[in-house]
């Protein structure tokens, strides 16, 4: 039986097909076709092979579709939705999944720098682990109950910050250095924020609404990985409980 959230993924695998199918003009046969072998590989049975054969496809089918259209990118951020959910088929270790889906992300979401941070119980605190381009936050000097910055406040509200433009200058940072563009996002099981990624660029309104729902739904597919239940000991460990 499919999950809440494979069943949105299959969801949208049916709606990038149609408009991918009228832009390159396939017949019905080989939509259906092709629909067909998507949703298959997003099933628990699929497999992380499966899943990546597919995700290939899809990317491939962008390539074909014009790089930057928007049938094209919705077509490349349904490719990283399946690559992340074919991670998950096996149990990981947290910070191994932030990590990976960061990398997947890439093409999906135009950042130029990214971070992603697990919270580890034992410290109270988020703690980076993944790094691309250069470390992302904001207010760094601000505390919460979990650290310091953006982040730490997405965790313990356990909501997402999208900024899609500020021209402010903190900390005398010059311009052309600092972020314009800011997603800050809670990875949640169960209500539950077991971390953070954030993701920044210096071209105001580079991030939208779409960006942070993609990002949420792939925390969503990635919880698979680590989201035994009930919770394990060790588990348990690495989440933040709610107050």
């Keep these: 039986m499919k999950t809440q959230p494979e069943i949105e993924l299959t969801k949208k695998i049916e709606r990038v097909l149609a408009k991918a199918s009228d832009a390159l003009g396939w017949k019905l046969a080989e939509r259906l076709r092709r629909q067909v072998r998507l949703e298959a590989a997003v099933t628990g049975s699929g497999g992380r092979d499966r899943a990546e054969r597919a995700a290939v496809e899809l990317d491939r089918m962008a390539a074909r579709l014009g790089g930057r259209s928007a049938v094209a990118r919705d077509t490349l951020r349904l490719a990283a939705l399946i690559r992340i959910r074919g991670r998950a088929c096996e149990p990981r270790e947290v910070r191994d999944v932030l990590a990976e889906m960061v990398a997947a992300l890439a093409p999906a979401i135009p950042y130029e720098s990214a971070t992603a941070f697990v919270y580890e119980r034992g410290s109270a605190q988020l703690v980076p682990v993944a790094v691309q381009g250069s470390h992302v936050d904001l207010i760094p000097d601000i505390h919460f109950d979990c650290g310091a910055g ?60 779409a960006d942070r729902d993609l990002v949420l739904l792939a925390g969503r597919l990635a919880a698979a990985a680590f989201a035994p239940k009930p919770w394990s000991a060790e588990t348990s460990s690495l989440l933040l409980r709610s107050a």
Excluded: M, Y
């Design 150 to 209: 953006f982040s730490s406040w997405v965790a313990k509200t356990r909501r997402p910050v999208l900024l899609s433009s500020f021209r402010e200058d903190p900390n005398g940072v010059p311009v052309v250095e600092r972020p314009a563009s800011f997603l800050s996002i809670p990875v949640l099981v169960e209500d539950e924020v077991v971390g953070v990624l954030n993701f920044a660029h210096r071209r105001p309104g580079t991030f939208t609404t």
